[in-house]
């Protein structure tokens, strides 16, 4: 099982690509060394194959204990804290699995909490949960983080009125450093069970620790199949030989692009339910590479909803985009197009045809239509989204933006700008 990856459409010169190579190979050397900037958190390129064992059997049991005691689990967190696992959640459960009912459902229930500061929104989930079994899953790295401490405070005095103090610290499961920040010391005086952020990994590389891995399995996805298809890609992606490594040659080609002009990246994908992956790449390419006046701006397009928005500025407008498309090869839910008598719809013509057939059928002719409109297209190809290959693909984005940060001369493992705004509030706020 392997992700594809296809340039053929990225419209450039061949040789524009073996230049390239021996500064992807210099990258890979770097962060294998880990001798480049930000080399304190790359704990997450080997995380796959050398992560703690009994703390991953841990969180199993954690899962299953918060889904015999609750309906709901509400994950709270921010950025890297909660993207992956709502990205994975989305991914592989029914579209609408909060809705279902239960016994269809079989798992808890998941929202997310902490992601904002609207006391609307707040207030409205609390209304939703009201007469519902709750749990909580506070995940936050630095335990400081404004958003998720605020929604935290509000969310436990709720759950210590409905259940009293010591029944909710039961309920509550905490995912945070090891030793730093205040959601460990609140952890520790409360005796909330708690899993481990490793200290080297940052929060937009941390799906693949116990950050998305508790929300993860508590929606009832195989976290070992998740966890084999991040140690495949492990391997895969290390292969110094860009010509066979797909990862590295999805960091080579963004960065040719770059250097022509194409300022904007476009995540498009053609499943809904793969609609938060691409917040989940913004925050990391957006957050890893945006640094010292450099860097592609990341945005997405939810195909085919977007080509009816967004699609005329794509085609027509500034050509300082390239796209790069997630195909899904095989779907697992199928719909036939019926022959109908009186075809007053003009639909006939597509009797006996899939809606995956239709669908493909747009992925190529929108393809075709961009590029024909100079916008380089590249194609990330899985067989089926499942546990393993999301797990791989989410590898595969990783590896490849911390080769691509490297090539394009930034630490792509912090985030210095994102304390500008957090000042100003504090100051605001008359914090102390
Ligand atoms: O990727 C990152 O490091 C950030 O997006 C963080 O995940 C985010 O700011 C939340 O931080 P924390 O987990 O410390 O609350």
Known sequence: MSIKFNFENALINAHEYHYLKPVIEAAHKTLHAGDGPGNDYIGWVDYPSSFDLAEFERIK??????????????????????????????????????????????????????????????????????????????????????????????????????????????????????????????????????????????????????????????????????????????????????????????????????????????????????????????????????????????????????????????QDGPRHVFETVVRVEKVEKEIVLELEDNDLDGLNYLAGKTMSYVNENAFKGTLEAHVDGNVPNLVVTIEKLDAFNLGKLMYFFMKACGVSGYVLGVNPFDQPGVEAYKKNMFRLLGKK
């Open 61 to 314: 049991a954690a899962a299953k204990r918060i889904n015999e005691m609750a309906d709901v689990l509400i994950v709270i967190g921010i950025g890297g804290s909660y993207l992956g696992a709502k990205t994975v959640i989305d991914a592989l459960t029914h579209t609408f699995y909060n809705e279902l009912p239960k016994e269809k459902r079989k798992t808890a229930k998941i929202y997310f909490a902490g992601q904002n500061i609207s006391s609307t929104y707040l207030s409205d989930l609390m209304e939703m949960v009201e007469n519902e079994s709750v749990c909580l899953n506070v995940i936050s790295k630095s335990g400081t983080t404004t958003e998720p401490a605020i929604a935290f405070r509000v969310l436990k005095k709720a759950l210590e009125k409905k259940y009293g103090v010591e029944e909710a610290k039961n309920r509550i499961f905490a995912t945070t450093d090891a030793k730093s920040g205040a959601l460990r010391t609140l952890a520790t005086a409360n005796g909330y069970e708690t899993f481990v952020i490793p200290s080297n990994v940052g929060g937009r590389y941390s799906v693949i620790t116990p950050v998305g891995l508790l929300p993860i399995a508590t929606a009832g996805i195989d976290i070992d199949a998740f966890m084999a298809g991040a140690a495949d890609g492990q391997t895969a992606f290390s292969n110094p030989n860009i010509d066979e490594n797909p990862c590295y040659q999805y960091a080579l080609m963004r960065n040719v692009l770059y250097n022509k002009g194409k300022a904007i990246e476009v995540l498009v994908n053609y499943e809904p339910s793969m609609a938060f992956l691409a917040e989940w790449w913004m925050q990391l390419y957006g957050e890893s590479e945006g640094k010292d006046g450099k860097g592609i701006f990341p945005t997405k397009m939810n195909n085919t909803t977007d080509l009816h928005s967004m699609g005329q500025m794509i």
